[in-house]
């Protein structure tokens, strides 16, 4: 099973950048999809955006649509997320997931197979 483990989190004031990396051991072919989800306290997890592994295309959530933009560095196994023109509604606990079955999209959390531990991300002022 493939190991996920997020960085790059932290305070930062609103319209700021911030970008988010996702190292993953243990990558396989199996999987087609690496998505990135966040919850804020009180509130669902939910899908901001997802690289599909087999032919590259990319997929975001209407909210960051504009301002996030998730990409990936082959050789070090490793998808990033970069994030500008933060809100304070982007505050939340940022992860990274690795799906089997997930193409098309960004898919519902229970279709995704391997977890991180998750990376804060505080916008305030």
């Known amino acids: 099973q493939v190991q996920l483990v997020e960085s790059g989190g932290g305070l930062v004031q609103p319209g700021g950048s911030l970008r988010l990396s996702c190292a993953a051991s243990?990558?396989?072919?199996?999987?087609?999809?690496i998505g990135w989800f966040r919850q804020a306290p009180g509130k669902e997890r939910e899908g901001v955006s997802c690289f599909s592994v087999s032919d590259g295309d990319t997929y975001y959530a209407d909210s960051v649509k504009g301002r996030f933009t998730i990409s990936r560095d082959n050789a070090k196994n490793t998808v990033y997320l970069q994030m500008d023109s933060l809100k304070p509604e982007d505050t939340a606990v940022y992860y990274c997931a690795a799906s089997r079955t997930v193409v098309g999209g960004i898919a519902p959390p229970y279709e995704y197979d391997s977890w991180g531990q998750g990376t804060q991300v505080t916008v305030s002022s």
């Open positions: 243990g990558f396989t072919t199996d999987y087609y999809a």
